[in-house]
C-alpha cells in the first residue's frame, strides 16, 4: 500500500533492521553437502558399511559410491538411537510409576543414577510405534 510518495521506507514505530545483528546465511546446499562428504570419509559408523551395502542391494538398490552407503549407515545409526532412547524413556517412567505406587520403605532399593535397566518388549513396542512401525508378540502354540 503506498501511502504520499513513501514507497518503501520503514514505519516510524519499527527500528531499522541491521545487517550485522542478523545471523549468518548458512551456506548453500551444495557446499554443505560437500562438508558431509568430506567428513563422511574419515567416520566409522556403528552399522558397518557392509551390511548396510548387503541390505540395499536385497532391497534393489545398487550404488558405486561408497559416500552415499556411509551416510545411509549413518542415517540408520540414528534411527536405531532414537528407538533404544525412546525404548529406555518408556522403561524410566513405567518402573518409577510401579515403585512409586507401593507401599513399603525405599531404603532397600537402589538410588536411580546406579539403576540398571533392560530392554524389554513392553518398552519396545511403544516406542516402535512412536516411529510408524508395529511389533505384535508372536502366538505361542502349546
Request: negative net charge; proline residues 11%; contains cysteine.
Amino acid at each position: 500500500m503506498v501511502i504520499g510518495n513513501e514507497e518503501n521506507s520503514p514505519s516510524p514505530a519499527s527500528p531499522p533492521i541491521d545487517q550485522e545483528d542478523s545471523p549468518p546465511l548458512p551456506p548453500p546446499p551444495s557446499e554443505a553437502l560437500g562438508e558431509l562428504l568430506e567428513q563422511m570419509e574419515d567416520y566409522i559408523p556403528t552399522v558397518p558399511d557392509g551390511l548396510t551395502a548387503s541390505f540395499l542391494n536385497q532391497a534393489g538398490f545398487e550404488t558405486m559410491d561408497p559416500r552415499i552407503v556411509r551416510i545411509i549407515s549413518v542415517s540408520a545409526q540414528k534411527f536405531i538411537s532414537d528407538i533404544a532412547n525412546d525404548a529406555l524413556q518408556h522403561c524410566k517412567t513405567r518402573t518409577s510409576s510401579q515403585h512409586s505406587g507401593g507401599h513399603g520403605s525405599n531404603k532397600d532399593k537402589k538410588p536411580n543414577k546406579d539403576r540398571r535397566y533392560t530392554l524389554a518388549i513392553e518398552d519396545l513396542t511403544p516406542a516402535l510405534a512412536d516411529h510408524g512401525i508395529t511389533m505384535r508378540k508372536p502366538q505361542y502354540f502349546v
